[in-house]
Structure formats: structure tokens, C-alpha cells
């Protein structure tokens, strides 16, 4: 009992602190007192991150301008020391417009970071990157500090952001918790005009008698079914429609069909949870089980379609090293194969590719992109089950590099 008097104290003491900073925060936005992406990193980012309990003065914990294949990223918070698992893009104040695709790119062939931050200092907007969706539809959160309580703000930040939190991975449990609720209202939302139009259109007695009471009790005289059901009706027309499953769009198209993949591999292939990354709509990669090591499904150019294995760690030499490994036995891994593998060291990029491939395109009609599901999904399969040992193999003989 005492033990828990003591934490909540401390708690306690840290919430007033990191109040007392937001105060401070606020009052400078609302004067105009940060000028620059500079002094909103130096002034706020900083800020709240040491009220939060981050180490700010060790660089391999909170790394500024962590590089990634399309940029450096503002701040990576870490764990082990250099592995990310929050990255926070900051932005001059006012100036968010379109900055989620920037954000979104980092993350591509990073292993498994849970929460992305963007912020101008005065909006702090949190993305969970494994939902689906587009960036909106991945948006969790979004704390405002000048029009927000103080108190809300700070819960919310300490929900996310705190180091506690990211480090006994609460934050991360808090943040797929509330995107998945985020994800049913959504859901709900959508629902509700088709329900509402369901109910109009069968002429629910339960619906049409609580309207029929509700002005009898407003008035004293009870309007007949007819009436309710015709006034009801007059109401359909301004129920917007709801929005089309499938679009027409190139990038809709891609969602489709890797919504439809990822459904069928985990729920029939016990496959993980796969993903997209931004600004790379055509192609999907799902977990290999191995770190830096990834399957994945791809719509390339030339009508061309891939399946295949992409090596990716954050050192360049290392991703050769592995390939140079797995290379050793290509010819024991192509007996395995119907399908002719393409090994692909690409010395002048940072990952290296195995795969095959054959004629396909994302505008065929249905019964052509069911056969290139169906052909993805056989060879995703027969990678897995090839490449497992072999990854685990490669990883051996790597570490004796």
C-alpha cells in the first residue's frame, strides 16, 4: 500500500510539472514567440519530452535527425539504443499541411515502429502505422496545446508518450487500443444513414410508434402510421450516401486488393498482419518472422507482378553480407522453385531482392486479379516455407562474419 502511495505521488508530481510546462508552452504560441521549426523543437518538442521523463542529452535514446532511405527524421526515440519505436516529425507552427506522406515515408523498411508523432508544436497529431487505411483513417489522436485543458493534454502525452509507457510498451498497448476504437466509431458512422434507410424503407413498426408517441406526447394528438412513415421518407434525402467500398483510383485499387490478400493469408495461412507504407501503394509486405527480412506482393512496372523476399537492415554492407550468404545455396533454393527466382544483389541500393514474377496488372477485370491473388498467395507460401530455415541459416553464419 505504501509502494503504491509513493508511485501515485510521484505521478503526481510529474503530471503538475508537465501541466505547468504545457501553461508555458501556451502562452509563447499565443504570443508568436516560436518562429521557426528550430525553436519549435528546441522550445517545445524538447520540452516535453524531458517532462516526460526521456533521457534528452543521451543521442542513441532520443536520436535527432535520425536518417532513414527518404530523409532524416526529426527525433527517434529508441530502444534498444538506435531501434526505434516512436518517430516525431516537427514542423514550423502552421505549417502541417501535407506533411503526413513525409512522415509516412520514414517508416518504410523499418521494422515495427508502433507510433508516429507529427507536430508543429501547438497540434500533436498520433498514427498508428499498422492500421490500414489512408493516413487520416490511421490517425489516433490529435492534441491541440492552446485550445485543449492543459490536464487533457497531458494525460494524453503521458498516454503515448511517456517513457515509462513506450518503454514497458503500454504505449503501445494504449495506442492499438484507441485506433481499434477509433477504427468501430468509424465503422458505426458509416453504418448509421444505411440502418436509418433500412428502417425507413421496411416501415419498422418499433421506429415509426416512437415517433407516432413521442408527438402525441408533444401535442396530444397521436399522427397515423401513414403520416409517420411518409414524414420519415421526406428524411431520407438528406442522409448522405455512403462512401463506395471500392473506388476508382489506382491507390483504391491497391487497398482493395491487399485488404483482400492480408485477409486471406492471415486468416487461412496464419500469416501475421501485413502492411503498406506510404508513398508505395503498389506494393505489401508481411513479416518474415525474422528481423529486416520481409515477404512481399508487388505490382511492378511493365504489367509485370512480383512476389518475392527483400532483405533490408540499416547498414548497407550487411544487407550484402546476408544476400552473399543466402546466394551460397541458390541453386539447392531454385530446385524449389516452378517458378524461375530473380537474385537481385542491386549493389547501388540499400536492399537486396529474390524474386519471380510473371504478366499482371492492377486494371484487369475480376477474374484476372483473383488468378494473380491466388498466384501470390501460392508463392508467398513457398517462400515461407523455403526461406524460413534458410534466413534462420543465414543469420548464423552472419553473426560469424
Given amino acids: 500500500m505504501a509502494a503504491k502511495k509513493a508511485k501515485a505521488c510521484i505521478m503526481t508530481k510529474e503530471n503538475t510539472i508537465l ?21 519549435v523543437c528546441k522550445g517545445i518538442v524538447d520540452v516535453l519530452l524531458q517532462g516526460l521523463g526521456w533521457p534528452t542529452g543521451d543521442p542513441n535514446i532520443v536520436y535527432p535527425e ?20 516512436v518517430l516525431i516529425e516537427a514542423k514550423r507552427v502552421g505549417n502541417l499541411a501535407g506533411a503526413e506522406e513525409q512522415l509516412f515515408s520514414y517508416t518504410v523498411h523499418l521494422q515495427d515502429v508502433p507510433i508516429l508523432i507529427l507536430t508543429d508544436g501547438e497540434v500533436w ?10 493516413y487520416a483513417e490511421r490517425l489516433v489522436c490529435e492534441l491541440n496545446l492552446t485550445n485543449t485543458d492543459s490536464n487533457n493534454n ?46 425507413v424503407d421496411t416501415g419498422n413498426e418499433r421506429l415509426i410508434e416512437v415517433v407516432a ?26 442522409v448522405p450516401p455512403p462512401a463506395p467500398k471500392n473506388g476508382s483510383t489506382q491507390k483504391e485499387k491497391y487497398q482493395a486488393y491487399f485488404l483482400a490478400l492480408n485477409n486471406e493469408m492471415t486468416q487461412q495461412h496464419n500469416f501475421t498482419d501485413g502492411r503498406s ?34 532483405i533490408y537492415f540499416n547498414e548497407k554492407d550487411k544487407n550484402k553480407n546476408f ?8 541453386s539447392e533454393i531454385n530446385a524449389k522453385f516452378d517458378a524461375t527466382l530473380n537474385w537481385e544483389r542491386r549493389d547501388e541500393r540499400h536492399n537486396c531482392l529474390i524474386r519471380c514474377g510473371r504478366e499482371g496488372d492492377i486494371n484487369a477485370n475480376e477474374s484476372e ?32 562474419i
Wanted: aromatic share 14%; proline share 5%; with cysteine.
Fill in 323 to 330: 544476400f552473399d550468404i543466402l546466394i551460397e545455396r541458390k
Fill in 277 to 310: 507504407y506510404a508513398g508505395a501503394d503498389s506494393v505489401y509486405y508481411f513479416r518474415s518472422g525474422s528481423p529486416n527480412i520481409w515477404y512481399h506482393a508487388h505490382f511492378g512496372q511493365g504489367r509485370q507482378v512480383y512476389t518475392g523476399l527483400e
Fill in 66 to 85: 535520425f536518417p532513414t532511405p527518404n530523409g532524416r527524421v526529426d527525433y527517434a526515440l529508441c530502444d534498444p539504443e538506435r531501434n526505434p519505436l
Fill in 213 to 238: 408517441e413521442a408527438t402525441e406526447n408533444a401535442c396530444r394528438h397521436k399522427p397515423s402510421k401513414e403520416q409517420v412513415l411518409n414524414f420519415l421518407k421526406t428524411l431520407k434525402n438528406d
Fill in 369 to 400: 486479379l483473383a488468378a494473380i491473388k491466388a498466384w501470390h498467395i501460392e508463392n508467398l507460401l513457398k517462400f515461407s516455407s523455403v526461406f524460413t530455415p534458410e534466413i534462420q541459416l543465414a543469420f548464423e553464419k552472419l553473426e560469424k
Fill in 154 to 199: 497531458a494525460h494524453r502525452l503521458q498516454r503515448y508518450l511517456s517513457f515509462a509507457t513506450v518503454y514497458n510498451g503500454a504505449a503501445f498497448k494504449a495506442i492499438a487500443s484507441d485506433y481499434n476504437e477509433v477504427v468501430r466509431q468509424r465503422e458505426a458512422s458509416r453504418q448509421l444513414p444505411l440502418t436509418w434507410q433500412k428502417l
Fill in 19 to 39: 501541466v505547468s510546462e504545457i501553461d508555458k508552452i501556451r502562452t509563447r504560441l499565443e504570443k508568436g514567440e516560436y518562429h521557426h521549426e528550430a525553436s
Fill in 125 to 134: 497529431r498520433f498514427f498508428y502505422p499498422a492500421g490500414n487505411g489512408s
